[in-house]
């Protein structure tokens, strides 16, 4: 997983405690408590809160979370050695292994989110990210242009992967797996059944801002906050119905500045340079590691093709942010997001 450099730490722990200050405005019921904890673990803070139960499910509940979170940070983590890291390996060779199963499921899942958003989500582009010096510390230039034309040449995508049951190879030597655009889907998919197995169903997992929430607090529904891209509160609040995840790619989440000019590490695949168009995509759907991967292809597609994106994704709550600060909206969002401010969004139907 990217870890959280340093310089933008603080706009993480901001969207965590807009969250925490939203949840402490709901009403508890009398009779039930509300129980949290915030972790340190796949790359980012983790905030997990419980509307019911007990002390001691819950505290068991949240280790095995952070165990099954630490875990599949070391196997799925990009650069460093672990399951991930030896797919890539045996991936190059062309030959046929015995995929890891941490990492079946997920390439599994990609493949198919890769076609239906036209491979606008692809996370087969591992060395264009690490060109960009993404997998590591922030960067601070852009990448020689012919080395990006080198890897576009080469044209590696999720396709080219071949699945046999438990079995992969790779038909493209250049197919490099970074599965940094729904790795955290997965893990907050995961979070949340695994509270759900101890009975804790009234609860949110907030992974840095990104989350999934189910049941609700008390009599009221979880209320989450979407950040201004631009500024530094609130630009709109959802609240959540039953089970639920909203997720954000945006260009302030990782990016350097070069020249005046910023380089986010949102990569268009197309273009092997960062995606234009548009500063922040939120996607609320009932799958976390859909509309993790989903925020993703849209951002890439940018302001005038996410609609169709969307709908070939199944994705109809979504809120697009572009780089004047006009705001796009689908009418099912639109019926859900309430504003902080006095704003004027735009409705677009999906195709």
């Not at 310089?7 to 709901?26: F, K, N, Q, S, V």
Request: charged residues 20%; aromatic residues 6%.
């Amino acid at each position: 997983m990217r870890p959280t450099p340093a310089d933008h730490r603080p706009l993480r722990l901001l969207a965590i405690l807009c969250a925490a200050l939203l949840l402490g405005g709901c009403d508890r019921a009398a009779d039930e408590p509300t129980w949290q904890e915030t972790l340190l673990v796949f790359g980012t803070l983790v905030d997990i809160t419980v509307h019911g139960g007990d002390e001691a499910t819950f505290r068991r509940a949240v280790r095995e979370v952070e165990d099954d979170l630490g875990y599949l940070h070391e196997a799925l983590h990009a650069w460093q050695p672990g399951s991930l890291g030896r797919t890539n390996l045996l991936l190059a060779t062309g030959g046929t292994f015995t995929a890891p199963p941490s990492v079946l499921p997920l390439v599994e899942q990609s493949r198919q989110l890769a076609e239906q958003s036209d491979h606008l989500f692809n996370p087969a582009i591992g060395q264009l990210i690490a060109l960009w010096g993404f997998h590591g510390e922030t960067p601070s230039t852009p990448p020689d242009e012919a080395a990006i034309a080198a890897l576009l040449e080469q044209t590696p995508r999720m396709d080219q992967i071949v699945i046999d049951g438990i079995r992969l190879r790779a038909t493209n030597p250049a197919v490099q797996l970074d599965l940094g655009a729904i790795a955290k889907g997965y893990a907050v998919d995961r979070a949340l059944e695994l509270l759900h197995d101890h009975g804790l169903v009234h609860a949110i997992v907030n992974a840095g801002g990104d989350l999934r929430a189910s049941g609700q607090r008390g009599d009221r529904p979880w209320r989450i906050g979407i950040r201004d891209p631009r500024g530094e509160g609130m630009l709109a609040v959802v609240e959540t119905r039953g089970n639920e995840a909203l997720f954000t790619s945006g260009d302030y989440e990782r990016y350097f500045e070069h020249d005046g000019v910023r380089y986010h590490h949102i990569l268009d695949p197309r273009s092997g340079r960062p995606a234009r168009g548009l500063t922040s995509v939120t996607v609320l759907h009932d799958d976390g590691t859909v509309a993790d991967a989903a925020s993703t292809a849209l951002f890439v597609a940018g302001p005038e093709a996410w609609p169709a994106i969307a709908a070939q994704l199944g994705v109809d709550h979504v809120m697009v942010i572009d780089e004047a600060g006009a705001i796009q909206l689908t009418p099912a969002m639109a019926e859900r997001v309430r504003f902080e401010q006095r704003q004027q969004p735009r409705i677009v139907p999906l195709p």
